[in-house]
């Protein structure tokens, strides 16, 4: 049974691109959830989504974030028009239909803006 | 969620138990207290959790006072691979949001030989 998996596991991107994350969750878990590391800092819950619905986006920026899970295919997590200040370590965790109390996490994908 | 006070940092010899304490004094009565550790930038890693029984399993034991006011991580036997970041999280269990986890700065646990 595959862990949760995460790529790209490196991005580079310069200032005003997009950057597309994206994460498969274990199988069988239905529930998303992607965090953010800036150096030297703890991880920050973004968001938590079920399939094709976002449950709580209040780690959310307000602008330029945005995510997804759909029916089919991995959950991405979207940031237009990257700033330097975007560059971190972003984690996707995944959990089974009914919650649980172990987050499995990947391994992350860090971003570095240019 | 209840918040978290652990020590920033602290060292361990190889071969000797590691005690990593944590405050959370103002922890609710259906909050449960989970460890994670994040080993060099890797995904966090889930250790253990518990409401209010000492708890143990492969990894590590998890002692919680009484009052639950306070708890400890046990790694019986640490070796260099244990040289981690460890958090300590509080948060409603079960369901969903219970994997939605506040992180603080942790403990950085350093094994030495």
């Known amino acids: 049974n595959a862990g949760v998996m995460q790529n790209p596991r490196h991005l580079v991107r310069r200032r005003g691109q997009e950057a597309r994350l994206r994460c498969s969750p274990m199988?069988?878990?239905?529930?998303v959830y992607w965090y953010r590391q800036l150096p030297e800092e703890g991880l920050k819950f973004m968001v938590y989504?079920?399939?094709?619905?976002?449950?709580?986006e209040s780690g959310m920026p307000k602008e330029r974030f945005s995510a997804e899970f759909p029916k089919e295919g991995p959950s991405i997590l979207r940031i237009q028009q990257v700033v330097r200040g975007d560059s971190a370590a972003y984690f996707c965790?995944?959990?089974?239909?009914?919650?649980?109390?172990?987050?499995?996490f990947g391994q992350g994908t860090r971003l570095t803006v240019v | 969620d209840a918040k978290t006070t652990q020590p920033p940092s602290m060292d361990c010899a190889e071969g000797r138990a590691a005690n990593l304490p944590c405050n959370h004094s103002t922890i609710s009565g259906n909050e449960y207290v989970y460890w994670y550790r994040q080993i060099h930038s890797q995904g966090p890693q889930y250790i253990i959790h518990g409401l209010k029984n000492n708890e143990t399993n492969e990894m590590a034991s998890l002692i919680i006072t009484e009052d639950r006011k306070s708890s400890t991580l046990i790694l019986p036997h640490a070796t260099l691979r244990d040289t981690a970041v460890y958090y300590c999280i509080v948060r409603v269990g079960y369901g969903g949001t219970a994997s939605k986890l506040t992180f603080g700065t942790g403990t950085r646990l350093q094994v030495t030989l």
């Open positions: 965790a995944s959990s089974p239909p009914a919650g649980g109390f172990e987050a499995f």
């Open positions: 989504l079920q399939k094709e619905n976002i449950i709580d």
């Open positions: 199988k069988g878990h239905s529930h």
